[in-house]
């Protein structure tokens, strides 16, 4: 039963043109959401994340988007470079009180940014 | 200022044996969680401790242990292997009382179960 889904395992892109990675979840306890970039050989890097509060989080050429009601995100890459060729985990967690709670992965999008 | 270190890098085990992987958290950080990706998956929550507890467990058997030292380091131990333990097992740290949830990993340890 997995509870985040993220349905293309692989996204070619050409230098320059816009990435959007997808994610779909089922878990209604879901309210944070994050990001994250792993190259090969190396453990997953934050990269963005979003509370269930907001609807739209950017930081430089990275936007994510949610979309609560269709219980969907997706990431945006703009301009798309060589180097964000990687793959990309979608995580979520609830959050009820402080603490870092577990997060749930999905499997991961390969992204080729193609120069 | 050092990130998530992992020990060791790589590990070959038989079936049946026992296996001890090692993480030292990010300098500040007081919770470490253990992951298992399996090749093709994405990481699956094994479980979380703080203050030298396990305060957080995900779907795995006993035969999964852990520990916290005082200085938040923190051991993974699996018993009697199985071939199917065969994955990258990550060590993220993170602070229990930041802001959000972002958890930071460290480069893993490549275990393979023969």
């Known amino acids: 039963d997995q509870q985040v889904k993220q349905n293309s395992p692989s996204l070619s892109v050409q230098e320059g043109r816009i990435s959007i990675l997808n994610c779909d979840y089922t878990n209604s306890m879901f309210d944070y959401f994050l990001w994250y970039k792993k190259y090969p050989a190396e453990g997953p890097t934050f990269l963005i994340s979003?509370?269930?509060?907001?609807d739209k989080n950017e930081d430089g050429r990275f936007t994510v988007f949610l979309n609560k009601s269709a219980k969907h995100l997706s990431l945006h890459i703009v301009p798309s470079q060589p180097g964000d060729s990687a793959v990309y985990f979608c995580a979520a967690s609830e959050i009820s009180g402080a603490g870092s709670y577990q997060l749930t992965f999905g499997k991961g999008t390969k992204l080729s940014v193609i120069p | 200022d050092a990130g998530v270190t992992q020990s060791p890098t790589h590990l070959i085990k038989t079936r049946g044996q026992q296996v001890t992987l090692r993480c030292s958290p990010k300098s500040g950080h007081d919770t470490v969680s253990w992951y298992q990706q399996a090749l093709g998956q994405g990481p699956q929550f094994i479980f979380q401790y703080y203050e030298e507890e396990e305060r957080q467990r995900g779907n795995f058997p006993d035969r999964f242990s852990g520990h916290q030292f005082p200085n938040y380091s923190s051991e993974l131990n699996v018993n009697a292997l199985l071939l199917g333990d065969s994955a990258l097992y990550l060590c993220?740290?993170?602070?229990?009382?930041?802001?959000?949830?972002?958890?930071?990993f460290g480069p893993g340890t490549r275990l393979t179960v023969l």
């Open positions: 993220a740290s993170s602070l229990l009382a930041g802001l959000g949830n972002e958890q930071f």
């Open positions: 979003i509370s269930s509060i907001k």
